[in-house]
């Protein structure tokens, strides 16, 4: 008797995590349709379900075709540079590029990418630089903060020697793409 309640509890287990990430997907799908659809979209007389998914994606699609032509390079560096200036917007929408790693140089929240020692097993992590800090016997540490993965806002901020990391010619926001794919992106460092 405990082998049939072993193996019924094992394939129902088995069958729900199979269905789970489906089942997810299907219901975020359909409140998706249903609020985009409750804008209006479904007295069209051409209107049919899925019509509001396909012209968000549309619309995606749409606006990465254009910001990959010179043209397009252009305008969004003006829409940029006016959002930026925005009263009280502004610097939301600055500190969410920062967040996002597409802030560069000193002044963003991340400055670069290093590889720091883990704990235990002489491993290696991704780190990335938020400040240079002086400590009162005078020696010179870097503040890293070292992001969890796939969640990258999770993780912990360490004070470490320079020379204890490793420099790697990565782009902040290449590292944190990499990061939220928990490791499932091409990735080339120099280090």
Not at 91 to 110: H, R, V, W
């Amino acid at each position: 008797m405990q082998a049939v309640i072993r193996h019924f509890t094992t394939s129902l287990l088995a069958g729900l995590v199979a269905i789970l990430p489906i089942g997810g997907l299907i219901i975020t799908i359909a409140y998706l349709e249903s609020s985009i659809s409750g804008a209006g979209l479904t007295s069209l007389p051409f209107y049919f379900p899925g019509l509001g998914i396909l012209l968000v994606l549309l619309l995606i699609y749409l606006v990465g075709l254009v910001l990959t032509t010179f043209a397009g390079k252009w305008l969004w560096q003006r829409i940029d540079r006016l959002l930026h200036r925005l009263p009280a917007l502004g610097s939301l929408y600055a500190t969410l590029k920062q967040i996002l790693g597409y802030g560069q140089g000193e002044d963003a929240m991340f400055q670069r990418c290093v590889l720091v020692p883990a704990a235990n097993d002489g491993a290696l992590e991704f780190g990335l630089v938020t400040n240079s800090v002086t400590l009162a016997d005078g020696s010179s540490q870097l503040a890293v903060f070292v992001p969890g993965s796939p969640n990258p806002t999770s993780g912990r901020l360490i004070l470490i020697e320079e020379a204890r990391t490793r420099a790697i010619e990565l782009p902040v926001s290449d590292a944190l793409r990499t990061l939220v794919a928990a490791g499932k992106t091409e990735l080339k460092l120099d280090a």
